[in-house]
């Protein structure tokens, strides 16, 4: 297995911070967005079309940039520490930091169409299998699966369209852009399901899963399965939360609030 390559590059910048209304704290001028992401302790990262991923801290300053040689199926980056990329291409990742890589290869016997993957833990992956429709988890280190569960397809009426998955809270989740996101167990058997059309990305804070919607954010209680909404502008590309902040990502910039 040829490794990925990985280019990181430390930026320290002085950018001025704005003091305005509405708690905003400053606004970071950027271009050619291909996807944004938050890692646990808060900091941003986002993907360009040119398959760089830029990190900034939460006060909008710039960390480092991260270069990879083609454009990553799926980016996580988890804790900020120790990351998890995936290439559907060459159905290879790797859980990577700094000057370290553990990478992993999903051979043919795994899984016939691997199109997703994702961290299960810090060592295992999980893998969306296009070829029969499942959920199956991966132990590289073991070289074998560990849990593994066949997708209801009677619940599509049309062929289902899965855009992104990731772990939280011992659960797993799936986005299929045509019905909704889907919720599945530590063993991989489905039991939930959140309805709805062209849900462009989801993500998470606390015990809550949030998506949007049209113009606003729905929260959705993992425990005890209430929901609540707030309004965002319909013009960004993405809002993004945290315990601490809240990101609002737009075509020619992001703006960042205290949240």
């Known amino acids: ?21 509405q ?38 300053m710039p960390v480092a ?31 990577f930091s700094v000057g370290t890589s553990q990478g992993f290869f999903i051979y043919d016997y795994f899984a016939m169409e691997p199109m997703l993957a994702t961290s299960a833990g810090d060592n295992q992956v999980w893998i969306l299998d296009k070829g029969d429709l499942s959920v199956k988890k991966l132990d590289p280190k073991a070289s074998k699966i560990v849990a593994e569960a066949t997708i209801d397809k009677t619940q599509f009426q049309t062929d289902p369209d899965f855009t992104a998955v990731r772990e939280y809270q011992n659960f797993l989740f799936v986005l299929d852009k045509n019905t909704g996101i889907l919720i599945f167990n530590g063993i991989g058997k489905q039991i939930k399901k959140i309805e709805g059309k062209d849900i462009p990305y989801f993500n998470f804070l606390g015990e809550e899963l949030y998506y949007k919607k049209n113009d606003k954010l729905i929260f959705y209680d993992l425990f005890d399965g209430t929901t609540r909404e707030e309004s965002i502008d319909s013009k960004c590309l993405y809002t993004l939360l945290t315990d601490a902040r809240k990101y609002v990502v737009y075509a020619d910039r992001i703006e960042v609030f205290v949240n």
């Open 65 to 95: 940039d991260m270069g990879f040689e083609r454009k990553p199926t799926i980016f996580d980056p988890r804790d900020g520490a120790r990351m998890f990329i995936y290439f559907a291409d060459v159905k290879q990742g790797s859980f």
């Open 23 to 60: 708690k905003r704290i400053t606004v970071i001028d950027i271009k050619d967005i291909a996807n944004a992401y938050v890692d646990r302790p808060g900091d941003l990262y986002i993907l360009h079309t040119d398959n760089k991923v830029s990190k900034f801290d939460t006060l909008g």
């Open 1 to 21: 297995m040829t490794p990925v390559k990985l280019f990181i590059s430390l930026a320290i910048v002085c950018s001025p911070l704005l003091t305005l209304a």
